[in-house]
């Protein structure tokens, strides 16, 4: 009996960072694709606080971890989930919706402004989600909570603007999470465009489309006018095709909570993505801390609906408290599972804001890579000039050896942010920063996150420090 880290912490809901740190704990490092064995994982949840006691190991058990495999002749294709990202006022929400316009049919043109978090569209029968929230911090937020909810990312650059901060963002973002991009080159039609300039500044960092030798899509559009929206409708679709996305529409649901308020008539409200299974009303379901029964659901049109299956997001409503977005959902068998698990997880959600997420950090990174568990340091440099990114960029690599690859997984000038923050949260890596301060809220979320910060004012004190490191000599910080 095994299972992939991945989706262990999948199905307890827990972040891969927190089930690899508890791993690490444990002394057993394995890389999130890897499988451990069912002792191992129930040791992990005891110390996550999923189980207290054995006997109620089974119940969560049944839900989750010995839920068996799908079956490959129940699976269906799904529909894929889109998020928009971009630099600001490249036209991201101007896009989502024209989109969202073009598929307007006659008998809806009335009234529809509703917004739940995530709208559906739909191209010669097929349908495209997109959620709602532009940008990558969002996208981030919810992967550093161990929700993987995008299957691509559509890059929207203007035309007449090219490749700037955010953009480099997005697209180390999406790279860190290893979601395909699809460019939509956006403001074709305003004059005095450069498409060709902004095709090289994309390939300048890593981004390569097919017609230059590449395997991205790019797409001429206007949000404005709606030209090309169509053909970059089609072309989501055709790189969806490739992905092959499927679910079990035929087991209990579970997903993500994309959006949640608390509504003053309505009670907790929360939108979620249904990722696979088919939700129903009166399913019993838990919400990161929070459950309940599915009281009423509705979809992105505002209409009631009975059920939804795979790719679908739907308002629920029924919750006992207001989940966050991020927190995973899954559908039990059993009202009282719901309870009893959610019970179970709040009482230890203090004591895991005790018991710090173990994550890697300089001071440990010797023990990691002797015992041959780190491949990959991931580094994220943010300096105050384009020059000292760079030549951090050149002397990190050059640091790699054998045992381990130093990774920088994003590079830019200004201070370090909280997009930054949980970057490295989600994908373990350690932020340095040279002539640049974080504000005091970031350091805040630096130290919830666990994020080992380092500011410099010295290259070659950085390049030591982690040279040091690497090699078990780092002096310890006082
Ligand atoms: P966001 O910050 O990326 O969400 O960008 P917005 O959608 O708010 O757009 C920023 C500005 O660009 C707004 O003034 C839009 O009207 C304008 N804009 C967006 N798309 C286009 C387009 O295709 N053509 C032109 N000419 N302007 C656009």
């Known amino acids: 009996e095994k299972i992939i880290v991945k989706d262990l912490a999948e199905k307890i809901g827990k972040s891969v960072s927190e089930v690899m740190g508890k791993l690490i704990a444990l002394g057993v490092f394995a890389t999130i694709n890897q499988e451990i064995d069912f002792d191992t994982a129930e040791v992990i949840c005891g110390d996550l ?131 395909p991009i699809i460019v939509a080159m956006n403001k074709i039609d305003k004059p005095n465009i450069n498409p060709d300039r902004v095709k090289q500044e994309l390939a300048e960092n890593g981004v390569l489309i097919e017609e ?23 072309m989501i679709l055709l790189a969806a095709e490739m992905l092959e996305l499927k679910a079990n529409p035929k087991r209990l649901a579970s ?22 299974g088919t939700l129903k009303i009166g399913d019993s379901i838990v919400a990161g801390s929070s459950y309940g029964r599915v009281r009423a ?41 719901a309870r009893q698990i959610v019970e179970k997880r709040k009482l230890k959600v203090r004591e895991e804001n ?58 830019g000038v200004g201070t370090i942010t909280e997009s930054d923050i949980m970057l490295a949260s989600a994908s373990n890596a350690i932020i340095i920063g040279f002539n640049v301060r974080p504000s005091s809220t970031v350091e805040s979320l630096a130290e919830r996150e666990n994020v080992d910060l380092r500011t410099y004012r010295i290259i070659y004190e950085a390049i030591e420090d982690i040279e040091a490191a690497m090699k078990g000599m780092l002096e310890p910080e006082y």
């Open 297 to 337: 659901m509705m979809n992105d049109k505002g209409k009631a609906i009975k059920k939804a299956g795979p790719s679908t997001p739907v308002e629920i409503l029924g919750l006992s408290d207001v989940p966050e977005a991020g927190d995973l959902f899954h559908a039990v068998r059993e009202d009282k599972i």
């Open 49 to 179: 606080g999923i189980f207290v006691e054995k006997e109620e190991v089974k119940e969560e058990v049944e839900f989750g971890l010995e839920q068996e495999e799908d079956k490959p002749e129940d699976l269906r294709p799904r529909p894929p989930v889109i998020t928009v990202m971009g630099h600001v006022d490249h036209g991201k929400t101007s896009l989502l919706d024209a989109i969202r316009k073009t598929n307007v049919t006659a008998k809806e043109a009335g009234g529809i402004t509703q917004h739940i978090g995530a709208s559906e569209v739909e191209v010669h029968g097929n349908k495209i989600v997109f959620l709602d929230t532009p940008g990558h911090e969002a996208f981030t937020s919810m992967r550093a909570r161990g929700a993987k909810v995008t299957d691509i990312a559509v890059l929207v650059v203007a035309a007449d603007d090219g490749v700037m901060p955010q953009t480099k963002e997005a697209i180390n973002h999406a790279k860190a999470a290893n979601v």
């Open 212 to 234: 230059w030798g590449g395997d991205t899509i790019c797409v001429p559009v206007s949000a404005k006018s709606g030209e090309g929206i169509e053909n970059l409708l089609e």
């Open 354 to 411: 005790l018991n710090a997420t173990a994550r890697v950090t300089l001071e440990d990174l010797f023990k990691h890579i002797q015992e041959g568990n780190v491949k990959e340091l991931n580094i994220i440099v943010k300096a105050d000039v384009q020059g000292s990114v760079e030549a951090v960029k050149q002397s990190l690599m050059k640091l790699s050896n054998d045992e381990v690859k130093v990774k920088v997984i994003h590079g």
């Open 255 to 276: 997903g993500t909570v994309i959006e949640a308020k608390l509504d003053k008539g309505r009670g907790p409200v929360a939108t979620v993505l249904v990722q696979n």
